[in-house]
Antibody, heavy 126, light 107 residues
Framework: QVQLQESGPGLVKPSQTLSLTCTVSGGSISSDYYYWSWIRQPAGSRLEYIGRIYSSGTTDYSPSLKSRVTISMDTSKNQFSLTLTSVTAADTAMYYC??????????????????WGQGTTVTVSS | DIQMTQSPSSLSASVGDRITINCRASQSISGYLNWYQQKPGKAPNLLIYGASGLQKGVPSNFSATGSGADFTLTITGLQPEDSAAYYCQQTSSSPWTFGQGTKVEVK
């Protein structure tokens, strides 16, 4: 079965760059129809979409983070990555990677995050 | 951005009870509404997609309805393992957004 696993440093200094990688096993990130997403959740807060990348490489970012975010994919390693620049304490959160899949309800597809990584905690602190 | 508002923010119920959680979008999202369950320290788990579609493996005591801007998640025959936070999510327009969550405690 397809599994996702986040990796990256758990501590980042303010103003520096946060870099995380999601390794996908059991399936190809090049498969059509799937989005590969990054979602974060500050402690005690709601989930927040950071952005996603389609199998073709097309990206879509949250407007509130767009100026600082890059999501890329490495098909040779079956990984996709998140880069967030100029971090502040407000970027401290649990970061999840997820697969958004088209789920058929009636005759229409509805995208939903059907697979998630376990999450990785990132703290921004000096 | 489309704002998602859930009510109540928390609730406590007994084993066997029926509960409902509401989710309202700041504009019509048709049926582009998903529900997730999140237990402490765990990633969210998809329960419902497309407003009413039950994800494979999710027990049938979970159900959901709604369209437009108002949606409801219902859990019947509440069990201790249903203690969790529940989130709605709209995928009608980017950025996809989540509600603030409803924390359910099963007594």
């Amino acid at each position: 079965q397809v599994q996702l696993q986040e990796s990256g440093p758990g501590l980042v200094k303010p103003s520096q760059t946060l870099s995380l990688t999601c390794t996908v096993s059991g399936g190809s990130i090049s498969s059509d129809y799937y989005y590969w997403s990054w979602i974060r959740q500050p402690a005690g807060s709601r989930l927040e979409y950071i952005g996603r990348i389609y199998s073709s490489g097309t990206t879509d970012y949250s407007p509130s983070l767009k100026s600082r975010v890059t999501i890329s994919m490495d098909t040779s390693k079956n990984q996709f990555s998140l880069t967030l620049t100029s971090v502040t304490a407000a970027d401290t959160a649990m970061y999840y990677c997820a697969r958004d899949a088209p789920m058929i309800q009636g005759v229409k597809p509805y995208y939903a995050a059907d697979l998630w990584g376990q999450g990785t905690t990132v703290t921004v602190s000096s | 951005d489309i704002q998602m508002t859930q009510s109540p923010s928390s609730l406590s119920a007994s084993v066997g009870d029926r509960i409902t959680i509401n989710c309202r979008a700041s504009q019509s999202i048709s049926g582009y509404l998903n529900w997730y369950q999140q237990k402490p320290g765990k990633a969210p788990n998809l329960l419902i997609y497309g407003a009413s579609g039950l994800q494979k493996g999710v027990p049938s005591n979970f159900s959901a309805t709604g369209s437009g801007a108002d949606f409801t998640l219902t859990i019947t025959g509440l069990q201790p393992e249903d203690s969790a936070a529940y989130y709605c999510q709209q995928t009608s327009s980017s950025p996809w957004t989540f509600g603030q969550g409803t924390k359910v405690e099963v007594k």
